[in-house]
């Protein structure tokens, strides 16, 4: 039996939404994995775009198998992600479910993705054994360059919603994230992540929200590592003082042939 519950902590933001974890553990656990998948989206103006494109892939996987560390909060989970031929999301394995006396992370939720035509899709959250609905995500573009995440949780009364804005090239540039009551419409917790690269490669993010203040908190991509391909396989996330908050790994099977 599990001992203990680690939440999914990244959403469009992780960082943002990881400094609430000590407050916000268990409302965030529900509703972050599918707004993280959000953020690996990238973005063709006018028809949904390709998951295959998203943190400028190399070469298209077949799985995605992607682990996170939270340092300063101790917490670990990963999630596997399962795409088609031509690049599609198709579901998503988040082992977010920690078992104490095993050290070990299970399966915890499994998402289905639901593509339609036009400029959205939807995606459904089931619990590992498949036996509850946890959350139903939709997402939509809108204007030229806007995306709009929703995202409505069963087991609580929590919803939140992303608003992402990106630059000529697809890319996440700013992005305004809420995590609200639907019954009272109080915000719990809000945030504005600016996303700041140097040519193809993401250089920094910055963070505001009621903890960092308005000039916010700045988080800096180091040591990274990739694949023979050129896919990456390593990032450190540090804080302005150079201390690590985040650490991920990945490791990719391709169609007819793998590369860790």
């Not at 394995?93 to 104490?100: G, V």
């Not at 204007?143 to 697809?170: A, C, P, R, W």
Request: hydrophobic letters at 35%; charged letters at 25%.
């Amino acid at each position: 039996m599990p001992n203990k519950t680690a939440p999914s902590l990244f959403d469009v933001s992780h960082f943002s939404f990881s400094m609430k974890i000590k407050v916000l553990k268990n409302k965030i656990k529900a509703i972050s994995s599918s707004l993280f998948c959000f953020f690996l989206l990238s973005f063709s103006y006018g028809q949904f775009p390709l998951d295959k494109n998203f943190e400028g892939l190399k070469a298209s996987p077949r799985i995605m198998s992607e682990t996170i560390e939270m340092v300063s909060e101790g917490i670990k989970f990963r999630q596997v992600y399962h795409f088609d031929v031509s690049g599609h999301l198709m579901k998503i394995e988040n082992y977010n479910d920690y078992h104490l006396d095993e050290d070990s992370l299970h399966l915890g939720e499994i998402t289905y993705f639901e593509y339609t035509t036009g400029n959205s899709r939807s995606s459904f959250t089931l619990s590992a054994d498949k036996s509850d609905t946890v959350k139903v995500t939709h997402y939509e573009f809108f204007g030229e360059n806007n995306i709009k995440v929703y995202t409505e949780n069963y087991s609580n009364s929590y919803f939140t919603e992303i608003i992402q804005t990106l630059d000529e090239k697809g890319r996440i540039v700013v992005t305004h994230g809420f995590i609200s009551d639907r019954d009272n419409e109080e915000i719990y917790t809000a945030s504005i992540t600016r996303f700041i690269y140097d040519h193809d490669k993401l250089l920094k993010l910055i963070v505001v929200n009621d903890r960092t203040g308005a000039e916010g908190k700045e988080v800096y991509c180091h040591s990274r590592k990739y694949d023979e391909v050129g896919n990456l396989t390593h990032m450190e996330y540090q804080d302005e003082d150079g201390v690590i908050v985040s650490i991920v790994d990945k490791s990719y099977e391709y169609y007819g042939a793998e590369v860790k």
